[in-house]
C-alpha cells in the first residue's frame, strides 16, 4: 500500500503512515514525530536573492487615463463604464479594455424633419366701389376677396436609411395615428437615390387595409411620386385618432436608399 495524503485536508491536520507522521500547514504536508531526537548541527545561512522587487500596480477610476500607467495598472472609465488593463506587448504600451466590459454601441441616425405646410393662398381683393356723383350718392363697397386655400399638415415617414439599399417588408414601418385625421390626397413617396433597374413600389394600410387604389410606384431613375401620383380608394378617407398606420414596400427595385412617405391631412 502506498502513502494516500487526504485529498481536502484542513490546516492542522495530521496524517500517519507505517511509523511516520505529516501535518498539513495549509499549503503542505510537513514531516514531524512525537519522539525527540538529536538536535542536528545548523545549517550555512543561503545568500541573499538578487531578484529585482516588482512595481505595485495601480486602480484609477475617472474620466481619463493616469499620464504615467505600467504594466498591470487597471483604470475605469467613467465616462463610458469601461475598464482597462495597462498592457505591454512585442507592439508597445496600451490600454486594453477588460473582456467583461460591453461596447458603446453607435449613435443613431436622427430622423429627418418633415416638410412644412404649404402656405394657403391670398384671397383677391375686393373691388373697389365707384365714387358717387358730386351731390349724388355715395359709391357701394367693394366685395371682400375670397378666403385663401388652407395648406395641408404633413407627417413624414422614413422607410429606410440614406445609405443602405431599400429591402422588402411588409410591414416596413408602424405607427399610430396622433389625432383624427382627413387625407384628401394620396401620400407622396421620395428617394434619395432613385433605383437602378426595376420599380419600387408601396403601399399604405390603415387597421391593415389599403386606403389606396393604386400604389406609390418609383420606376428605374425616378425621385418621387409627384408626376405619377399615387390615388385613394375613397376620397376623402377619415383615419380616427391611434389608428394602425402601416406602410409595405412590395418590390425594392435596384440599390435606391433614402425612401420616405409623405402622408397629407
Known sequence: MSINFPASPTTGQTYSYGLRSWQWNGRSWIAYTTALGYTGSFGYTGSAGSGYTGSSATY?????????????DRWFNTTIGAEFVWTTDTNGSQWVEIAASGFLGLPGYTGSTGYAG?????????????IGSPGGYAGSIGYTGSQGVA?????????SDEINSVT????KMTVRAPYNMTITQAPRATLTTASSGGNL????LVNGSTILNTQMVLSSGVYSTYSTPASLLTNPTNITVDSVITFNVTSAGTNASGL??????
Open 60 to 72: 484609477t477610476s475617472s474620466d481619463t487615463p493616469p499620464s504615467t500607467p505600467i504594466s498591470g
Open 118 to 130: 404649404s402656405v394657403g393662398f391670398v384671397g383677391s381683393v375686393g373691388f373697389v366701389g365707384s
Open 151 to 159: 395648406g395641408f399638415n404633413t407627417m413624414l415617414i422614413a422607410l
Open 168 to 171: 422588402t417588408g411588409s410591414p
Open 201 to 204: 413600389v408601396v403601399d399604405m
Open 260 to 265: 420616405k412617405v409623405i402622408v397629407f391631412f
